[in-house]
T-cell receptor, first 115, second 113 residues
């Protein structure tokens, strides 16, 4: 069965520091992986997605994520945090099972950026 | 502009009343979804539909109902049987396909008094 684990419900960094948001997944078949961002009282928007074309995926707003099959991880990084990055981030996994395809979202990690 | 609209943004209802949340998309997507979001619990799938006139229960369908009579519309009714309906509700759509991302509406915050 699919599952997604986001390590840390809250992460706090200083402006200009590295952002690292962790995501581990389980899937019985090759998965498709996504990172979404949610600003307060808004819907989610896609940051990036992995669909097996390349293990390092670049997304919007300077974010990127690396798919590591051996570690079943898909961690999200950004070299230098900006105040506008403060939001909640969701990792999601999608794969095909007996009932069709299904997408599972992680519980989310709220990113705080300190001035 | 293509996108997903949800209305209203905020909704207040008295306990025991049914309420319908609207979701419309003009992206020509086949699949549509309803999620419930509570603090610290991420997104939980209520119902989804991959084609007009067909829909399936998600993980927390009890106390909710949906219809999919038109490709662009997927309204959600929160019934009086839902024990704790106060939450943020998100509608999403996707082209259909395991590798497709979902496009989300702005959400409706429902408060039951």
């Amino acid at each position: 069965a699919q599952s997604v684990t986001q390590l840390g419900s809250h992460v706090s960094v200083s402006e200009g520091a590295l952002v690292l948001l962790r995501c581990n997944y389980s899937s019985s078949v090759p998965p498709y992986l996504f990172w979404y961002v949610q600003y307060p009282n808004q819907g989610l928007q896609l940051l990036l997605k992995y669909t097996s074309a390349a293990t390092l995926v670049k997304g919007i707003n300077g974010f990127e994520a690396e798919f590591k099959k051996s570690e079943t991880s898909f961690h999200l990084t950004k070299p230098s945090a900006h105040m506008s990055d403060a939001a909640e981030y969701f990792c999601a996994v999608s794969d095909v099972g007996t009932g069709g395809f299904k997408t599972i979202f992680g519980a989310g990690t709220r990113l705080f950026v300190k001035a | 502009d293509g996108g997903i609209t949800q209305s209203p943004k905020y909704l207040f209802r008295k306990e025991g009343q049914n309420v319908t949340l609207s979701c419309e998309q003009n992206l020509n997507h086949d699949a549509m979804y309803w999620y419930r979001q509570d603090p610290g619990q991420g997104l939980r799938l209520i119902y989804y539909s991959q084609i007009v006139n067909d829909f399936q229960k998600g993980d927390i369908a009890e106390g909710y109902s949906v219809s999919r009579e038109k490709k662009e519309s997927f309204p959600l009714t929160v019934t009086s049987a839902q024990k704790n309906p106060t939450a943020f509700y998100l509608c999403a759509s996707s082209p259909t396909g395991v590798s497709d991302e979902q496009f989300f509406g702005p959400g409706t915050r429902l408060t039951v008094l």
